[in-house]
């Protein structure tokens, strides 16, 4: 993996963090996550920095965790290989949420799988007609991850997080803004342009007033109880990762999409 898989540019107040991993839908692999938390620390620490924006590079946001490095990775070893992933990548949600600085997410395609975690962290998000939620958990074999269960019921009710994941169901984007998971539904040639005008008005407002808003929004008790949420899914992912029901499920999803 010789080119970056992410990428991090500043254009004076706002940076733009990139999934760069195109050619596999930008799956989820240790090495993207090492990559995203490091970016992720570069933009924490940048003074005068007033929005970010995550966004993902080709035709999907990000696939989750890469199925085919899962199953490539021996059954013995791949508890470890899914700490390092689902531990990094809730950290890197966290890290989004800590952010004193609105995070706005630019979603042109799929969000499938502990992706999704990236996507629930964003403050605002503009998402292309073609894009789509959905878990895919129940099929594979997995534990949810990603927030699937630590942040998505409190966004749209139990009942409905439930009935999507029980039922693996995809959430178009259309009804991924009427259920407040995006903000605003938009053409993909319009993408930038919607995401300049949020940036307009982002950038011009008081940045003291809005990092109290979103500490508020997020205050420390709501901070702790999302942090155990996430580690008890991480550890539920764990006890399934290793199984024969895993190790099944991966195989016919690789054979489905090969």
């Known amino acids: 993996m010789s080119t970056a898989l992410t990428l991090l540019d500043f254009d004076g107040a706002v940076a733009r963090l990139t999934l760069n991993r195109p050619e596999r839908h930008n799956s989820l692999v240790p090495e993207l996550i090492a990559s995203l938390l490091d970016n992720l620390r570069k933009v924490a620490s940048r003074e005068g920095l007033r929005a970010l924006i995550l966004q993902a590079a080709g035709r999907s946001f990000s696939t989750g965790g890469d199925v085919e490095g ?23 949600i966290i890290a989004l949420l800590d952010l004193p600085v609105p995070v706005i997410g630019r979603v042109q395609g799929p969000v499938t799988g502990g992706s999704l975690g990236l996507m629930l962290a964003c403050d605002l998000v503009a998402m292309a007609p073609q894009a789509f939620i959905q878990p895919y958990y129940v099929q594979v074999g997995f534990s949810p991850d990603g927030g699937w269960t630590a942040l998505l019921p409190d966004r749209i009710g139990a009942a409905k997080a439930r009935e999507i994941q029980l039922l693996n169901r995809r959430i178009m984007a259309a009804e991924a803004v009427q259920l407040g998971l995006a903000t605003s539904l938009v053409e993909p040639e319009s993408l930038d342009a919607t995401i300049d005008s949020w940036l307009t008005a982002l950038t011009g407002n008081r940045p003291a007033a809005t990092a109290h808003t979103k500490r508020l929004l997020c205050p420390p008790e709501r901070r702790a109880a999302v942090v155990a949420a996430l580690d008890a899914e991480k550890q539920m992912f764990l006890t399934l990762i290793d199984g ?10 690789l054979r489905k999409s090969a």
């Open 70 to 92: 899962f199953h490539a990775t021996p059954r013995e070893k791949r508890r470890a290989y899914a700490d390092t992933l689902v531990g990094g990548l809730n950290e890197a």
């Open 244 to 253: 024969a029901e895993a190790e099944a499920g991966m195989a016919q999803f």
